[in-house]
């Protein structure tokens, strides 16, 4: 068994409290030169990055010291640090003493030394300043030392390989968990079973019906120790969709040999938002109590998560976190180092900070990775690396700012003003060529002030966010190009902002897909599968598999309206017509439907011209800003026996992700392509897919906006039972590369 000491160190060693206030560090850049720095310094004999190996109870341990000098028989671990020393967390200062103390029980095996003195140096980049902490220890006792952690990493890896070793075996023989799969059920299996093995990037276009969770779940969990695959992420666009993996996962367990373990470890990660018990505190000990003492009392709890026989959703993991009185959002942290299955949110792999591409890269792991829904990747992954910066922020700061920072404040506050000067005079946002080098002169000047300043002085919280925003900013400007947008928007007095907006997030997301060591994305509208390809950095022979619908067209009439136009400049001549049809498609079959619109006031304006023509339909309107109950209520209200026309907006949270089957749900208008505005800003995104991907028109405006039409209009037939209406309300629809674009099982027998 081989283990890194600093592996060692960061699992066995690490005590005290979580601490997660801000100390200004230096940068990685800055870091290397630090080290060189003093290494420099030491003269003759000097010996940097000094190898160690040694076998301590079985276990092969190796690392590099930073520097030792057999003259003095002196061992050096050198940390930089930028402000003052004391501010180094004790948590962290133990990690680093663990660490010396180590390497120096290997030095003393090594090179047949009774003993060595261990110097800790802690180095101010921002002064050229050393703090050098010094012990001498005997070879006897840091052997000891070093045995006692060994111990405890032995035991755990050892329980880690008879862990993989029982889950390899559950998983190559998995059961299924009903007596039959559904229709089309086993092909998409059987399709997400050889991708896996064969560690391929897959866009697979599923519809509705086919039980999609279980279908790709199973057969992925299947495939893990054929493809020695370490682990599997399954990620979600909705929150709510992280409880259908969890339950599919349940079903599983249950389906399995009773007499059998289930050494499968499933890990919910929720946002810490969700998982924080004490949202009014901060994240260290003097504050929150489940932070005093993490790292003491956090080997029992992750010791009794590794052994839990119930997933470790967040309700789960609350109570083991409780019942140790840590915090139930890091113990999550820690514990997706350990679990075989993880199921969270789709910014845990591909955010620019992402937990899961780090773990991914720090391990070497070979990792499955499920997207769920993924025809929102784009959209998502743009919001991921655009960052946004307000000038009202600075103003508000430069009031009550300290002395030492105000000028870089006022020198940044004046670079505001000259962007201001030049581009503030328009009402409408101004897309700037090229980033504002002025401004951004000024930001890093303003960062490096203000870190230097927080290095010496007690934390200001209104300096710190002025510095991260500013600080993330720069770091997008960093790797500005073609994929990004650089818009300035003034809307008064001390109010302008400037918004780096992402457009192509295949720059940014094309390592996280090699990362991985086998992909699939799958949604019931991913077509066309090129258009994915390109816009998130999918490799160039990823393929795109379509499976046909459980469903028939016999299900599901599929009406058109060549004499309406829902364009922009026919909306008002649109009302009545539209109105009309919903009223007749209603008395000659009552029930339930959902309509569809490109906006709250095209709704409520056909909302109005029906409740004229026919006062006695029953109806009623999603409204903006629903809360999370009255969408509850929306939803139930589709329960009723009595019948509905429900008014929503295409693209809102009534257009996908609902489950309305049977009689809950009996057809759907759709008055609307779904076209994103002709704006500015379309347009600018248009030219740029044109110039990369010939592609400006289909991939800005017709296939996003097709895309919503075919989610809305997939609430209407869940099940093989389920019979319904689709009324295309717009003379579009009858065009070919529109109808094109939507699900083929509308219109083919199959």
């Known amino acids: 068994m081989k283990v890194a000491v600093r592996t060692l160190c960061e ?100 090179e047949n030394r009774k003993n060595v003195e261990l110097a800790l ?23 000891q030392e070093l045995e006692t952690l060994c111990g405890l990493y032995k035991a755990w890896a050892e329980q880690e390989e008879h862990h993989r070793e029982l889950r390899d075996a559950l998983l190559a023989k998995l059961r299924f968990p009903f007596p039959d799969f559904r229709p089309r059920q086993r092909q998409l299996a059987e399709t997400v079973y050889k991708n896996s093995v064969k ?85 260290h000990g003097e504050s929150c109590p489940l932070a005093k003492g993490f790292f003491d ?26 019942d140790h009185d840590i915090c139930p959002y890091f113990l999550a942290q820690e514990m997706a180092r350990w679990c075989d299955l993880i199921i969270g949110d789709v910014n845990r792999l591909f955010d620019q900070s992402a937990l899961l591409h780090g773990l991914i890269r720090q391990n070497n792991w070979q990792a499955s990775v499920l997207v769920d829904e993924a025809h929102n ?57 090229t980033l504002p080098a002025q401004l951004l002169g000024a930001l890093q000047a303003m960062v490096s002030v203000i870190t230097d300043y927080l290095a010496d002085n007690p934390p200001d919280l209104a300096l710190q966010e002025v510095m991260f925003e500013s600080v993330a900013f720069m770091k997008l400007a960093d790797s500005f190009g073609d994929h990004s947008l650089c818009e300035f928007q003034r809307s008064g007095r001390g109010r302008a902002s400037l918004t780096i907006q992402n457009l192509i997030p295949a720059d940014f997301l094309i390592e996280r897909f090699k990362a991985a060591h086998s992909v699939l994305l799958f949604s019931a509208t991913l077509s066309p599968g090129v258009y994915y390809r390109d816009l998130l950095g999918l490799p160039e022979d990823a393929r795109f598999t379509s499976l046909p619908s459980p469903f028939s067209a016999g299900q599901l009439k599929v009406e058109f309206t060549p004499g309406i136009s829902t364009r922009q400049v026919h909306r008002e001549a649109s009302l009545q017509p539209v109105a009309e049809l919903i009223a007749k498609q209603y008395r000659t079959r009552p029930g339930h439907y959902l309509a569809f619109f490109s906006s709250f006031k095209y709704a409520k304006e056909v909302s109005d011209a029906l ?28 329960r009723k026996p009595e019948g509905s026309i429900a008014f929503a907006v295409l ?14 749900l009996i057809g759907a208008f759709v008055a609307t392509l779904g076209l994103p505005p002709f704006d500015a800003w379309h347009e600018i995104l248009k030219d740029r897919l044109q110039q990369r991907f010939g592609e400006g028109y289909n991939y800005t405006y017709l296939i996003p906006g097709l895309q919503k039409v075919a989610q809305a209009a997939g609430r209407v037939i869940r099940t093989p039972e389920d019979r319904g209406v689709i009324w295309l309300i717009d003379d579009r629809f009858l065009k070919r590369p529109v109808r094109g674009l939507l699900p083929t099982w509308w219109f083919t027998n199959t």
């Open 611 to 638: 409740a004229k023509q026919a006062p006695d339909i029953p109806q009623r309107s999603q409204q903006p800003g629903m809360s999370a109950e009255q969408r509850r209520q929306f939803l139930a209200d589709f």
């Open 297 to 322: 009392r956090l080997p029992d709890a992750r010791a009794e998560a590794v052994q839990s026989k119930e997933p470790l959703n967040q309700e789960n993991l609350a109570k083991i976190a409780a």
């Open 377 to 433: 990747l784009v959209d998502r992954a743009r919001g991921m690396y655009s960052v946004q910066l307000e000038q009202q922020r600075l103003l508000k700061l430069k009031k009550t700012a300290p002395k030492p920072v105000k000028a870089a404040l006022d020198r940044t506050a004046r670079a505001w003003q000259a962007l201001i000067r030049d581009h503030g005079e328009q009402a409408q946002p101004v897309f700037l060529a």
């Open 11 to 110: 699992f066995a060693a690490r005590h005290g409290d979580l601490d997660f206030r801000y100390t200004p560090a230096p940068s990685s850049e800055e870091g290397i030169a630090g080290h060189q720095a003093i290494q420099a310094k030491r003269g003759y004999g000097y010996k940097s990055e000094y190898s160690l190996t040694g076998k301590v109870l079985g276990m092969q341990l190796s690392g590099r010291a930073d520097g030792y000098h057999p003259h003095k028989n002196r061992l050096e671990e050198i940390k930089t640090h930028r402000g003052d020393v004391s501010r180094i967390r004790p948590h962290q200062r133990a990690l680093h003493r663990a660490q010396l103390r180590a390497y120096g029980a290997l030095l003393c095996r090594q």
């Open 199 to 283: 560690t391929g990037t897959l866009l697979l276009e599923a519809p509705t019906g086919l039980g999609k969770t279980l279908g790709t779940l199973f057969p992925a969990l299947m495939a893990m120790p054929a493809a020695k695959q370490d682990r599997l992420y399954y990620l979600t666009c909705r929150n709510t969709a992280r409880q259908l993996a969890l339950d599919a996962v349940d079903k599983l367990r249950h389906a399995q040999d009773e007499l059998q373990p289930w050494p499968l470890r499933t890990l919910e990660l929720v946002s810490k938002d969700d998982a924080c018990e004490h949202p009014d505190k901060a994240c």
């Open 121 to 143: 140096v802690y180095y101010d980049t921002g002064r050229d300043k050393e703090t050098v902490l010094t012990e001498t220890a005997t070879a006897g006792e840091l052997w």
């Open 651 to 664: 693209g809102g949270v009534f257009s996908e992700g609902i489950d309305l089957p049977g009689d809950q």
